[in-house]
């Protein structure tokens, strides 16, 4: 697998102390590493964020700068069935004491065991936004599965903003949602989606970052959604 999305330099939350990303995967192999997100750059200065998780270990890491966050073991994650749409959502507060500044949420379900903590700030990345790819010259690094209603926010979304994302299982229209003031990016994945070369992603947010494919053919968007 070498597809993934590149959205640009998302500029927005350079330096911020609070942001928080989401989305809903489908992860068609429950043992394998699975690498979501990254605006990562070459040195540790320069890394904003990037994003890994393992279902059956139940393994979370995320990597800001050079701090990071990992859960393992975790039961809410490693009971999650391959095939199974589910909702993720990474809360960020660098003013939050060390082990509360990053969060992460399953299906509104906050998981709990963070050995490591997060930085007071995020950092600037020269760097494009990825979605389904830390390292686009390296396969590996790719996601495998389907990935939809990615969003990013300027500010810790609470347990009840997370709850309302979630929303029984069921995608919501994020221009409704409570927090709309603070979504900075949101990426339906389909939706407005229009394809010449690769597929252009509509951002729907208030950055107005489309999204571009790579190693995508046309065929490649399918119709199975949350």
């Not at 989401?22 to 979501?36: E, F, G, M, N, R």
């Not at 701090?67 to 490693?78: C, D, K, P, T």
């Not at 399953?106 to 995020?122: K, Q």
């Not at 996601?143 to 997370?162: A, M, P, R, Y």
Request: hydrophobic residues 35%; proline residues 3%.
């Amino acid at each position: 697998v070498d597809d993934y999305i590149s959205c640009g330099n998302v500029t927005a939350l350079n330096t911020a102390t609070e942001a928080s990303w989401s989305c809903w995967l489908k992860d068609p192999d429950a043992t394998i590493t699975q690498y979501v997100l990254a605006q990562y750059g070459a040195v540790s200065i320069e890394r904003q964020i990037r994003f890994f998780y393992r279902i059956d270990t139940g393994r979370i890491d995320i990597l800001f700068v050079n701090i990071g966050y990992r859960v393992s073991g975790n039961a809410v994650l490693s009971a999650i069935a391959a095939d199974q749409w589910f909702n993720l959502v990474v809360t960020f507060n660098g003013g939050n004491s060390q082990y509360d500044r990053v969060r992460v949420y399953i299906d509104g379900v906050l998981l709990t065991g963070n050995i490591f903590g997060g930085p007071t700030a995020l950092a600037t990345s020269p760097d494009d936004f990825l979605i389904g790819s830390v390292d686009p010259t390296v396969s590996y690094y790719n996601f495998e599965g389907n990935i939809d209603e990615f969003s990013i926010w300027d500010k810790e979304l609470t347990q009840l903003e997370v709850t309302e994302l979630y929303n029984s299982g069921t995608p919501t229209n994020l221009s409704s949602h409570s927090a709309t003031s603070d979504l900075l990016d949101w990426w339906r994945m389909g939706e407005e989606a229009t394809f010449s070369t690769n597929w252009t992603l509509v951002d729907q947010g208030s950055s107005s970052m489309n999204g571009t494919s790579a190693n995508m053919i046309e065929a490649d968007r399918e119709s199975d959604t949350p």
